[in-house]
Structures are given as structure tokens and as C-alpha cells.
């Protein structure tokens, strides 16, 4: 059983940055396709990104695209998530989960393992 962490979450101001990281606190990240998702006030959980776990490779929905990148280290067992340009509508609980490495995909109910989730907040 993976249990996931995620942590770096905060207060930014638009425009700013914050880097999101996601760790195994038991078991390990290398074979596991890791997506991220974030739930905004009022609002159903949506997939932005993920990482696969054979070649590294990502996908991004378009809302972030060229401003968030999603990397992983395998030494440190963790997987990060860099947001520049954050702004207002990027506010919400960020959650890391995993998934067998099958293929990538945003869809929630594919992934097995979940992190607590980490509050990001764009507001100036």
C-alpha cells in the first residue's frame, strides 16, 4: 500500500510561483503513473496533470499548459509540481495520486492512491 504526501502548498500572489512535491510516506512513486488534481471552492475535482512512470512523459489539460510542469526524482522518491503565472483560478486543494502505470489519464476514478491534499490560494 503506497500512502502519498503532498506538501509546498500556500498563499501566492497572481503572477507568483509555488512548487507543489509529492512523496511516498510508505512504499514508493517509481512504478506508479502520478496525476495531479485540484478541487476549487464549490466545484468537482478536476485532473490537470500526470507523469508516467516508463518514459517520464506528461500531459497537461490546457488550462495549465506552458505553466505548470510536472517533473519526478527518483532518488528523492518524489514527484513535483512547478506552477508559475499562478492566478485567482488557480486556487483550490491540490491532490497528488497514483495509478498503475497503464497509460495516462485525468480521469480520477483510475487512480488507486491519494494524498491529504495541499491548500494553494492566488489572491492579492
Known amino acids: 500500500q503506497v500512502q502519498l504526501v503532498e506538501s509546498g502548498g500556500g498563499l501566492v500572489q497572481p503572477g507568483g510561483s509555488l512548487r507543489l512535491s509529492c512523496t511516498a510516506a510508505r512504499g514508493t512513486l517509481d512504478d506508479l503513473t502520478i496525476g495531479w488534481f485540484r478541487q476549487a471552492p464549490g466545484k468537482e475535482r478536476e485532473g490537470f496533470g500526470c507523469?508516467?512512470?516508463?518514459?517520464?512523459?506528461?500531459i497537461y489539460t490546457s488550462s495549465v499548459r506552458g505553466r505548470f510542469t510536472i517533473t519526478r526524482d527518483y532518488a528523492e522518491n518524489t514527484v513535483w509540481l512547478q506552477m508559475n503565472n499562478l492566478q485567482p483560478e488557480d486556487t483550490g486543494v491540490y491532490y497528488c495520486?497514483?495509478?498503475?502505470?497503464?497509460?495516462?489519464?485525468?480521469?480520477?476514478?483510475?487512480?488507486?492512491?491519494w494524498g491529504q491534499g495541499t491548500q494553494v490560494t492566488v489572491s492579492s
Open positions: 507523469v508516467s512512470s516508463s518514459d517520464d512523459s506528461t
Open positions: 495520486a497514483g495509478k498503475p502505470p497503464l497509460s495516462l489519464s485525468f480521469r480520477s476514478n483510475f487512480y488507486n492512491y
